[in-house]
């Protein structure tokens, strides 16, 4: 499980995160201090999924054990 840092949100991407840019539409919002459960992480980007929610976030934007 990760946690949004102290930054205000982070976004979740439906597309691979080899298709996910800063230009892509987010399908949703975590806002600071939200938990989500990580289930595999690829470069720079891990699939996490919370409530009803599942989609890909950069490491950058979490914080928590990803290993």
């Given amino acids: 499980?990760?946690?949004?840092?102290?930054?205000?949100?982070?976004?979740i991407f439906s597309a691979s995160m080899l298709n996910s840019t800063i230009f892509s539409n987010p399908i949703a919002i975590?806002?600071?201090?939200?938990?989500?459960?990580i289930i595999?992480?690829?470069?720079?980007w891990c699939k996490s999924e919370t409530d009803k929610y599942?989609?890909?976030?950069k490491t950058d934007?979490?914080?928590?054990?990803?290993k």
């Fill in 54 to 57: 599942k989609g890909w976030v």
């Fill in 61 to 66: 934007n979490i914080w928590g054990s990803i």
């Fill in 40 to 44: 595999k992480c690829k470069n720079e």
């Fill in 30 to 37: 975590l806002k600071k201090g939200r938990l989500a459960k």
């Fill in 1 to 11: 499980n990760v946690i949004c840092p102290g930054q205000n949100f982070s976004e």
